[in-house]
């Protein structure tokens, strides 16, 4: 399975990396737009997200506009092997890259723990390397999502998975038992999965 899995994994990372910039920007532009339109964004009031690295879809338009509404946004920050916590994000100047490259916060800004999300519908913005149509996803191997998705939806949250249409796989990313789907997969051609709530 892992073999499988690291030969998908380099075929979606190619097919992204590969992709010219000014297409990666159209098609973002058009997933921010569909983020921005689920209920689900209108409700919250505390978004998990990332900041995107190298190819990855670039989410800083749904940060900025949940921030623009006064909704809490938190992003993560490894604290060992695949364990993150996560953090306010309300000065995306202060990021710093992490072992990984990741652009990350500081251990000095304020932690958002998930029984904070209580009656604050959160939603999270998860990035992979693809997503199939049955909203499980693949991603870079280091289990962080795998930690944190079961714990999220316990507590209510809402994940959303975004990756553009070239790495939507409809037919199967290769998963594992104890892999937890998002709740909806979106790409430039809009809601590619949405699991019935």
Known sequence: MEQGKASVRR????LRDEMPEEQRAAADALIAQAVLALPAFERSRLLFT??????????????DRAQA???RVALPRVTGPGA??????????????????????SADEPKVTLSEGAGLHPLALVPGLGFDGRGFRLGYGGG????????????GGMAV????????????VPCEEHDVPVDVVI????ERFQRLL
């Open 84 to 105: 993150m916590a996560w953090h306010e994000a309300a000065d995306r100047e202060n990021l710093a890259p992490s072992a990984f490259g990741i652009p990350e916060p």
């Open 11 to 14: 075929a979606l990372k190619r």
């Open 187 to 190: 790409t430039e051609a809009g």
């Open 144 to 155: 962080f999502y795998d930690r944190f998705l079961p714990a999220f939806k316990a507590a």
């Open 69 to 71: 509404l006064g909704k």
């Open 50 to 63: 990332y900041c995107p690295c190298g190819s990855e879809v670039d989410v800083r338009p749904v940060m």
């Open 161 to 172: 998975g975004v990756c553009r249409e070239a790495c939507f796989v409809p037919d199967g």
